[in-house]
Each structure stands twice: as structure tokens, then as C-alpha cells.
């Protein structure tokens, strides 16, 4: 056989080859892959987990990377389901338009945002003013709100997170982070950080800063009560009620994203995590659980 | 590239005095590495391109290496090496009046600018050395410039023709969004890409509309204008469309024509450059598996009836383990209006990205 003939025929295998394997790949079974924020990415763990003990031939995937990653993923098609600590941004919407993904939104859980500090810290409350101005960096001694004379030293996420997104927005007035704040890859990161450091100011959910035994506030921390003005009442995000009531004035939902309306897995995975199961699987994990409006147009979303 | 090195002191002059204002704490850089490795083989021996004796070798096509420095929320800088290994000249005898030449890959600046992203008509204005406006959507949808340029981009390449396209240039771009369904482009330049200095008073105005009528629909047309000389100019259109209303599918549309003073026939008739392009990829399975495809029909001189050039590229892209490598493999066949028998080239592409 000469060697042109040789070439050919491997061109062609390689046609073929491009051909038939979509076939191929079509035949294996899909994994659901979710993916996005940090603040959820435990809670989103544990739901899929539960989740696929009930339905073993619905295998789920779930990676963290912050909101924005996840946000993106679903954008590009690289991720199912996109998990998000804030609302889509109108950049991220317009992105998602032009590239034909429509996203539809579940309210899965709501946070309560918990500002911590170190237990020594004297300080037991804070209005939205002043922890905006802390981390504008117009604020740079405890004594500046009512503290002690100490360094605040500030621990916050990296711009990808939604939490970044989310405090940025209600609470900073939209102006950027003091360049002294310490940009840490999670929440256990800045929790370790508050943990080490006594001057120090952090912000992570309310899930991963509440012990669950007690329902208090991990040992060596503290968790701020927030006023939302300065003659206001200040309260925790460990209480419930302002939470569902508005009074504490940090909190928001955490979503779960889909490209269109959710199908197959992503649709069961879906109605299981806003039903009752889930939603009890929410509760444990230390956020609030989702009622009224956000329930009804998750409903919507699912049909 | 003289101005390009006038340039640098004072970008890094204003982004030392930008960072000084923002506070003292070191703000987030990356580095990465991007580098297009293939192994080429001729399927044929007697076409226009396969008719010698090579019949195939390994050879790097691009290797890149990016700094970016997210200096805040707002501001970014970016500084980006490309290397390639088009001959080189490494030495003058002056004495003898001859040049000694290499093929060693070579580093050359790509990029030098300053972004600044803002709120208003979420904008971004880039200042520098930076990417032109001409065919970042259509590259960007077409994913695959380790495997082929996009037609405008790749033009000179195929046909030898020069159509005044560079993927960077010294200037300013500004690009926004009216409304979802508008978003626009607008920049100037030298119109001397980034490998030459600007020669003349003349800059190059460049502009897009991007109509997105319905999700996953684009509909993208671009202009851009330069005078040669006071009484001669050049200028490009373009039009793109793009097509993403299918899950995991990408459709393109790529037509542009070139339209220059300069561009004369021996006779003195002007002619004119076009092509079009069609390309689709569809993810089997994201982030593992895709196909991609793409025909391009090449239109060098509208005044002869038999220049016209034909290529198909089709290959697969895999991520075996991780997405910072990935195997394309992929065949080029050529097909030529002319008496020139047509080529088929295949090559076994090694992305990596670092």
C-alpha cells in the first residue's frame, strides 16, 4: 500500500472519528454539574449529597470558586447550575442575552451577612454607615466607632465572590474597598484570620459562623448586631425574625441558576432543594429558610 | 515599535502613581502562558502548499505570555509578550552587504494597556497597545486561534494579500452598551499595527454596532476608515453574524470587503479584497469534548475570475485531564480556483495554557 493511500486512510479515521463521537459520549449518563459561590458551596454539598442518597442514578457535581465563576460557567455552558451569593449583575444579564442563556433564578436559602469580629473586641454593634466606612478605608481605628484605640484590620473576599459583589453594593454605597483589606479565598479564611487577629473586622454567612450545637457564635468570635440607621435598633442576623422581617438589614437569598427551565436532574435537584426536605437541610446548615414570594416565583421558575 | 517603547515610561509612570493614590498593599497579578504547539503532516505531495520536501515537522505557532495587574474594582493593566518564529533577522554584514536569519521563537510586545471599566453605559476604555475592534467577537466565538486565525485576521496568511487588518495597535478603543439589545465599539489608532511605527499624520478611526435583536442572535457590523495619503484612503467593512440560540452550539457568519486606493491592478484599475467565512462549534460535552468546523472563501482581487481559494478546517477539541492543556487535532483542506492542485494538511494541535 503506498504511503498516499496510508494518508488518506487516515484522514479518514479521523473524520469518522469526529463524526461518530458524539454518538459515543451521547450514551453515558450526565453528570449535573453546579458550581459557584463559596457562601453556598457547603450548603449546596449537602443538598446534593442528600439529594442523590434518594436518587442514585442522579449523579451531581458541585464546585465552589465564588459567584462570578459560577456565573460565568453557566454563561459558557461549562456548569448546569450556577450557585450566586447576590443578584446578576446587568453586565452579566446583557452577557448571558447576547449569548442566548436565559437565566432563571431559585431562591434556595436566605443569609443573614454576619459581621465578625474577635471576641476581645469590645465593640457589640455597628451601623451600615460605619462598616461601609470601615471598609472604604475612611475608617482605620476601632476608637473612629465607639471601640477601643486599635488598627482595624480588614478581611474580605476576592472580587469574584458575590459576597465581595453583595457588600459592595448595600452597603458600601457602590464605592470600591479600602486596598488595605486582606483579600481571602473563603470564608473559613476569613474566619481564621478574625480568629488570629484581635483588631480585626470580617464578613462571611451566617452558616459558617454559627455553631450548631448552640446557635451562637463559633468560640473565639463575635457576631455584630447592625442598625440600619444610627438612631435604629440593632439587630443580629442570628435572630430569625429580623432576618424575615427586614429589621437586620444584611441579609439576601442565596440562588440557584438554571439556562432556561431546569430539566432532568437540575429540575429534580431543584424541587428537592426549595421543598420541604431541603429546605429542612437549609435550616441545619445555619441560613433561613426561603417563604411568601421568593417560593411562588420559584414555583413559576420550575414550570 | 519605536513609539511603543515612548509609550511604556509613561504608562508606567501613571500606573505607579495610580497604585500610590489607592493605598500600599500589592494588588492582585496574574501571569499566564499560552502556547500553540503542532505536529504538521501533508496528507498530499502535490498541491500548492504540499509540492516540496517537507512532508512534516513539530513547530510552535505562538507562545504568549501575559502580566495583568488588577490594580482595583475599576482599573486593570495588562503587559503581553507573543513570540513566533517567522524568519528573524539576526545579523547585518555590512562589509559583505548580507543578513544572517533564524527561525528561534522570538518575544515581541503585543500589549501594553491600561483598561478602565466604568458604570456608565457599562464602558470600558482601553489606552495603550491594544486589541483593535475588527475581529475580537468573531475570534472569540470561533474559540479556536490555536488551531486558525479568524478570516480577516488570517487573510494575509492565505492569500498573500494584505487587507490592513492587525489584531493590536496603539490607540484608545471605547466599548459599551446602549441598551441589551445595542451595544457599540469606537476607536482610534495609528493604523500602523504593532510591529511598525507610524509614518504619517493619518490615524485610523474604526467603530462597530452589535445588534442583538434576541437572545443568542448578534448581528455585527464594522467599519473602518483611514486616508493613505491626502488624496488616496482605505477602508474595511464588515459584517458578523453570530448565532447561539441552541444549547452548546455556536453558528458564525463572517463577510468583509477591503476597499483601498492603493490597491491597483497593473492596468490601474482598482480591485478590491473580500471573503467570507461560515464556522460552527458544538460542545459534546463542555469543558471535555467539542467538534468545531468552518469553511472560508477567499476573494483576493475581484477583477480576476480565478484567484478564489477555498479551505475547510475541521478538527475536535479534547481536555483529557485538565483544561490548562488541550489535544485539537485538525485538517486544513485547500481548494484552489486556478490551476493549482488543492492541499490537505493535517495537524495534531497541543493548547496549553498556564
Known amino acids: 500500500m503506498n504511503e498516499r493511500i496510508i494518508k488518506w486512510l487516515v484522514l479518514a479515521g479521523f473524520v469518522l472519528a469526529i463524526a461518530f463521537t458524539p454518538i459515543l459520549l451521547s450514551a453515558q449518563t450526565k453528570m449535573l454539574q453546579v458550581k459557584g459561590s463559596d457562601t453556598m458551596v457547603n450548603l449546596a454539598q449537602i443538598l446534593a449529597e442528600e439529594f442523590m442518597t434518594a436518587n442514585p442514578k442522579m449523579p451531581i457535581a458541585v464546585l465552589g470558586g465564588g459567584s462570578g465563576t459560577g456565573i460565568t460557567g453557566l454563561i459558557n455552558g461549562t456548569c448546569d447550575v450556577a450557585n450566586s451569593s447576590r443578584d446578576w449583575k446587568a453586565k452579566e444579564l446583557d452577557l448571558a442575552f447576547e449569548k442566548g442563556v436565559k437565566p432563571r433564578l431559585f431562591a434556595v436559602a436566605i443569609d443573614g451577612l454576619s459581621i465578625i469580629v474577635n471576641e476581645k473586641n469590645p465593640l457589640a454593634k455597628l451601623t451600615m454607615e460605619q462598616v461601609g466606612a470601615i471598609y472604604r478605608g475612611e475608617v482605620k481605628n476601632w476608637k473612629g466607632v465607639g471601640g477601643k484605640e486599635m488598627k482595624i484590620s480588614l478581611y474580605g473576599r476576592q472580587s469574584n465572590s458575590g459576597t465581595y459583589t453583595f457588600l459592595m453594593e448595600h452597603v458600601m454605597g457602590n464605592k470600591p474597598y479600602s486596598t488595605d483589606m486582606k483579600e481571602m479565598n473563603g470564608n473559613a479564611q476569613i474566619i481564621e484570620g478574625v480568629l488570629a487577629d484581635e483588631g480585626a473586622i470580617g464578613y462571611v454567612g451566617v452558616g459558617y459562623v454559627v455553631d450548631k450545637a448552640t446557635g451562637k457564635a463559633l468560640k473565639g468570635l463575635k457576631i455584630l448586631d447592625i442598625n440600619k440607621t444610627a438612631n435604629g435598633t440593632a439587630y443580629s442576623p442570628l435572630d430569625k425574625q429580623a432576618v424575615d422581617s427586614g429589621n437586620y438589614p444584611i441579609s439576601r437569598p442565596l440562588w440557584m441558576a438554571t439556562n432556561g427551565t431546569p430539566k432532568a436532574v437540575a429540575a429534580a435537584f431543584l424541587q428537592y432543594a426549595i421543598g420541604p426536605e431541603g429546605q429542612k437541610v437549609v435550616e441545619r446548615e445555619g441560613f433561613y429558610t426561603v417563604g411568601g414570594k421568593l417560593q411562588e416565583q420559584n414555583a413559576k421558575n420550575l414550570k | ?354
Open chain 2, 1 to 354: 515599535m519605536h513609539l511603543a517603547k515612548r509609550f511604556l515610561p509613561i504608562l508606567l509612570v501613571t500606573l505607579a502613581a495610580i497604585t500610590a493614590a489607592f493605598g500600599q498593599t500589592p494588588p492582585p497579578q496574574t501571569f499566564q502562558a499560552t502556547i500553540y504547539f503542532d505536529y504538521t503532516a501533508f496528507v498530499t505531495s502535490d498541491g500548492y502548499l504540499t509540492s516540496n520536501a517537507l512532508t512534516n515537522k513539530f513547530h510552535f505557532r505562538r507562545a504568549y505570555f501575559t502580566y495583568e495587574n488588577k490594580i482595583n474594582d475599576y482599573l486593570k493593566f495588562r503587559f503581553r509578550y507573543d513570540a513566533d518564529n517567522t524568519a528573524n533577522i539576526t545579523s547585518v554584514d555590512f562589509a559583505k552587504q548580507t543578513t544572517k536569519k533564524d527561525d528561534k521563537l522570538r518575544p515581541f510586545v503585543k500589549h501594553i494597556y491600561l483598561e478602565w471599566s466604568n458604570d456608565f453605559l457599562q464602558s470600558k476604555v482601553n489606552v495603550g497597545m491594544i486589541e483593535t475592534l475588527a475581529f475580537k467577537l468573531a475570534e472569540d466565538r470561533w474559540g479556536y486561534r490555536s488551531v486558525a486565525k479568524t478570516l480577516l485576521d488570517g487573510y494575509k496568511d492565505i492569500t498573500g494579500v494584505e487587507v490592513d487588518a492587525t489584531s493590536a495597535d496603539l490607540g484608545l478603543t471605547w466599548k459599551g452598551t446602549l441598551f441589551r439589545q445595542l451595544r457599540f465599539g469606537a476607536g482610534v489608532h495609528n493604523g500602523a499595527h504593532y510591529s511598525h511605527a507610524e509614518t504619517d499624520k493619518f490615524k485610523k478611526f474604526s467603530g462597530y454596532l452589535q445588534l442583538v435583536p434576541a437572545a443568542g442572535l448578534n448581528i455585527i457590523g464594522y467599519l473602518d476608515y483611514e486616508k493613505q495619503t491626502d488624496d488616496r484612503k482605505a477602508m474595511t467593512t464588515k459584517v458578523d453574524v453570530l448565532f447561539d440560540m441552541v444549547k452548546n452550539l455556536n453558528v458564525s457568519f463572517e463577510w468583509f470587503s477591503y476597499d483601498s486606493d492603493n490597491m491597483l491592478n497593473s492596468n490601474g484599475t482598482q480591485y478590491k479584497p473580500s471573503g467570507w467565512s461560515v464556522f460552527g462549534t458544538y460542545k459534546i460535552k463542555p469543558d471535555k469534548l467539542a467538534v468545531f468546523a468552518r469553511y472560508d472563501r477567499y476573494e483576493p482581487n475581484d477583477t480576476k475570475a480565478d484567484d478564489e481559494i477555498g479551505l475547510i478546517i475541521a478538527g475536535l477539541d479534547w481536555t483529557p485531564m485538565h483544561g490548562s492543556w488541550k489535544i485539537q487535532p485538525n485538517v486544513w483542506i485547500y481548494d484552489y480556483n486556478d490551476a493549482r492542485k488543492g492541499d490537505v494538511i493535517f495537524n495534531m494541535t497541543l493548547f496549553l495554557n498556564f
